[in-house]
């Protein structure tokens, strides 16, 4: 109970003396609780960064628990809520959130983003879009020591490491079936995710419409995932770049319509891509646009090369906005450009 009414004044010190020593309390039934933190797609895709790494890693030794089933359909979950919160923040975070986690399970993450996003523009259903992440989340739980080894040096992988790589398809298949899963759907797109339309995959040189629709989705975005980030031993290709190279894949090795879609996804310029404007500003790409080669672009460095204090918005379908090039990263810098934290441009949907 209160010791005293609500804005009570206190007489004396002989009086603050009694109170201490009966002690008093608050009531705070009344209090209005504290607003909940934003959500934030950056802090979802870390979050599942974490949670993905431990528990591949207990998969991968062959150590996973009863729960481990549950655990990544939780890690699916982030993933999905974070693409449901903003697709243009967790695609740029592909070319900006490299450092939030180690290269192997910050790959699987992305390449989960793209999977997903590919599979909800051709309008699969809810179970099979959620297994095409669940599958591209855990595609090279069999080659994770490999994966750890490649990124850490630029010794080229002995002929031993070369046949792990190979076998990780099938590898993967059997510890995910060791941890407990038993979803054909996802074990499928696992082993297959390998396959070429012309047969030329592996492990088993399957063609055309005999590997499974995820399985293709996700040898697309592992592609581009691949290819646009940098590595000790492989310097990242321009975004517009990656992808022009998956659509020329796409005339063999890949599927050529699903090649079209995530292209169409994506746009010519992803989100995250540093181009030039026609009036010498040096921006990111900072949403798509309504045609894929107009997107919406936040310039950081002025037309006279100064760093821009406050970021401007261009609609690149004027003519003075329009896109001159495609910088890379280092381009940018060596221009005066700072690195980019991605709340700068995106706001508290990029909070980390």
Not at 2 to 17: E, S, T, W, Y
Request: overall charge neutral.
């Amino acid at each position: 109970m209160l010791l005293v009414r609500k804005g009570h004044l206190i007489a004396n010190v002989n009086q603050i003396d009694y109170l201490v020593e009966r002690g008093s309390y608050e009531d705070n039934s009344d209090a209005v609780a504290p607003a909940p933190a934003p959500q934030s797609v950056l802090r979802k895709l870390n979050t599942a960064c974490v949670e993905l790494q431990q528990a591949l890693e207990l998969v991968a030794a062959r150590l996973a628990p009863n729960d481990t089933v549950r655990r990544l359909e939780e890690v699916a979950l982030l993933v999905t809520q974070a693409l449901d919160l903003s697709a243009d923040v967790a695609v740029a975070s592909i070319l900006h959130n490299q450092q939030a986690a180690p290269y192997a399970v910050r790959h699987s993450v992305d390449t989960a983003v793209l999977a997903q996003l590919a599979a909800r523009a051709l309008r699969h259903d809810a179970r099979a879009i959620f297994t095409t992440t669940l599958a591209a989340l855990t595609m090279n739980v069999g080659m994770q020591e490999q994966h750890v080894r490649l990124q850490e040096s630029r010794d080229k992988l002995s002929q031993q490491d070369l046949e792990r790589v190979r076998q990780h398809p099938q590898r993967g298949a059997a510890l995910l079936r060791h941890a407990g899963v038993t979803d054909p759907d996802w074990l499928a797109c696992v082993l297959h995710h390998h396959e070429n339309e012309d047969g030329s995959g592996y492990p088993v040189g399957k063609k055309g419409e005999d590997i499974p629709v995820g399985a293709k989705l996700i040898a697309l975005a592992d592609r581009y995932c691949a290819r646009v980030v940098s590595r000790h031993y492989l310097q990242p290709l321009l975004p517009n770049a990656a992808l022009r190279d998956i659509l020329l894949e796409g005339r063999s090795v890949l599927d050529g319509q699903l090649a079209a879609v995530m292209i169409r996804e994506l746009g010519i310029y992803p989100v995250g891509t540093w181009v030039k404007l026609l009036n010498g500003e040096v921006g990111v790409v900072s949403r798509k646009g309504l045609r894929s080669t107009m997107p919406h672009v936040e310039s950081v460095i002025g037309p006279r090369g100064a760093p821009l204090s406050v970021f401007l918005q261009r609609d690149t379908r004027g003519e003075l906005h329009a896109i001159r090039e495609v910088l890379a990263a280092e381009q940018v810098l060596a221009l005066g450009g700072e690195p980019l934290r991605m709340e700068q441009v995106w706001g508290r949907l990029a909070r980390p």
